[in-house]
């Protein structure tokens, strides 16, 4: 049995990879820790979706080609994901609730840039600046969550995934409201609303400082610079060369860009192999099923933000409507993400969490398929719905399946690399849609963007821990294993 197995026989809460203790009941509650942490992450899961239906008025008023545009979606996943490692590693040195700080006043800072800037080149510095803060804050944001001990964990994570889920999902309708009412910058800005929503998380401060995390080691040392350098220029080079053809990126640079990738990889391999406790750290990749959470969820997510991406415009051909037509009618399918929080308890009480998530994994498969397959609002709807289902289900069954691969003291780093995979297959998939959409018919695309989930349900059924089981009845119920 490896050292990460944990064994009960009485009822007790277990940090991941460490010895029983006692059940804390001094815990703060899930459910009013997770709201308070749901609100936080609004604001950053609307700037996902709200300024996709405001490109087309951002590429008029600037005065630059729609292609161009792109990218203001594009630097936001980026940063995000590259972020999100870089605050798993802080960490190990400030509280949750410092980390939560640093992100939130990024994200509103670099959302005013954009919202401000004079030339799409400064709105996008704004947006990297707001995606990096945006990263932060989700990591803080799940730190929290998953240092509460037991069901109070998924409860948390629960509301969580729905929040974001929800306001993903509806960032098309208020991406509309907002520039038919007040323009495009005002889409942007959206984020600045973080910084009073942060208050409303004052009074949890004591839970947010530390809840449980278990000692550090030697992660707490100086900052693996050329390890996060080499894997920012690897997930850098993949989205872009992605969305190469959909920004008409010339031949050289593209070429240049995919050796630049190519480099960051052999790179990245290096600096894992020769410096273990780096910005990669050897031990918790090579975790048995830490990598293999890392695909699915990459891979969920990618499907999600693919469709999402793509079902506005879809909804608008069919129904000869505007953007703020089609928000109006995603409203449904938001509303699963609420449903898919709620059900996430009641079936990791029933099935591992291996088997729920490749349970995610096919439906976002088939969600993908559904908007690819049939024309009409009806279908797109359903077939978004599901994904949503997928992607709010995932993110809490997979975030609170991680700290069980690894080390108590590795959790919050692990928790940055795999949060990293998820943004960065959110960003993946709209990318890969968007560039193949000028070479093969949309549904062609789509049905190559169903490849990955699928990738992400063969990895489920295929290469689980040899330990995963059902949870047994008692204070760890609920904890998807």
Do not use: K
């Amino acid at each position: 049995m490896s050292q990460h197995t944990r064994q009960r026989t009485t009822p007790q809460t277990i940090p991941s990879g460490g010895a029983p203790t006692p059940e804390r009941t001094d815990a703060p509650d899930g459910r009013r820790l997770g709201l308070t942490l749901g609100m936080l992450v609004l604001p950053m899961y609307v700037a996902l979706g709200a300024p996709s239906v405001a490109l087309p008025a951002i590429g008029r008023a600037l005065a630059v080609p729609f292609g161009a545009t792109a990218w203001i979606l594009a630097a936001w996943s980026l940063t995000s994901a590259l972020a999100m490692p870089v605050a798993g590693r802080l960490l190990a040195r400030w509280s949750p609730f410092q980390v939560l700080v640093a992100g939130v006043v990024a994200l509103a800072a670099g959302s005013a840039l954009a919202g401000a800037g004079p030339t799409l080149s400064v709105v996008i510095v704004g947006r990297l600046i707001g995606g990096a803060g945006a990263g932060a804050t989700v990591i803080a944001v799940f730190a929290a969550a998953t240092a509460l001990p037991g069901r109070h964990r998924i409860q948390a994570l629960g509301i969580i995934a729905a929040a974001s889920a929800t306001a993903s999902g509806c960032g098309t309708l208020l991406g509309g409201v907002v520039t038919a009412w007040l323009g495009w910058r005002a889409v942007l800005a959206i984020p600045v609303l973080a910084l009073p929503l942060l208050l409303a998380a004052l009074p949890s401060r004591r839970a947010l400082t530390r809840s449980g995390s278990g000692e550090r080691n030697g992660s707490t040392g100086r900052l693996d610079v050329v390890g996060a350098a080499v894997l920012s220029v690897l997930a850098g080079s993949l989205i872009t060369l992605l969305q190469a053809h959909s920004v008409g990126l010339p031949a050289p640079v593209t070429l240049v860009v995919a050796a630049a990738g190519v480099l960051a990889a052999v790179g990245v391999w290096w600096r894992v192999r020769s410096t273990p406790d780096g910005f990669v750290p050897r031990r918790v990749i090579a975790a048995r099923g830490f990598l293999a959470t890392g695909l699915v969820g990459g891979t969920v997510f990618a499907g999600y933000y693919g469709v999402l991406f793509r079902a506005p415009s879809l909804i608008e051909q069919t129904t000869g409507g505007g953007p703020l037509e089609a928000g109006v009618i995603l409203v449904p399918a938001a509303a699963c993400s609420v449903l898919a929080g709620r059900l996430v308890g009641t079936l990791t009480d029933r099935f591992t969490g291996w088997q729920v998530s490749a349970g995610l994994a096919a439906v976002t498969v088939v969600g993908v398929l559904a908007v690819a397959a049939f024309n009409g609002p009806i279908p797109i709807v359903v077939g978004t719905a599901l994904t949503v289902c997928g992607f709010a289900g995932a993110q809490a069954v997979l975030v609170g399946l991680a700290p069980d691969l690894v080390a108590a003291d590795d959790r919050d780093t692990a928790q940055g690399l795999l949060n990293f995979m998820n943004a960065l297959g959110g960003g993946i998939g709209p990318a890969t849609v968007a560039g193949l959409s000028g070479i093969v018919p949309v549904p062609v695309a789509l049905a190559v963007l169903a490849a990955l989930p699928l990738a992400g349900l063969v990895v489920s059924l295929t290469a689980r821990p040899a330990a995963d089981r059902r949870p047994e009845p008692d204070a760890t119920r609920g904890i998807p294993r």
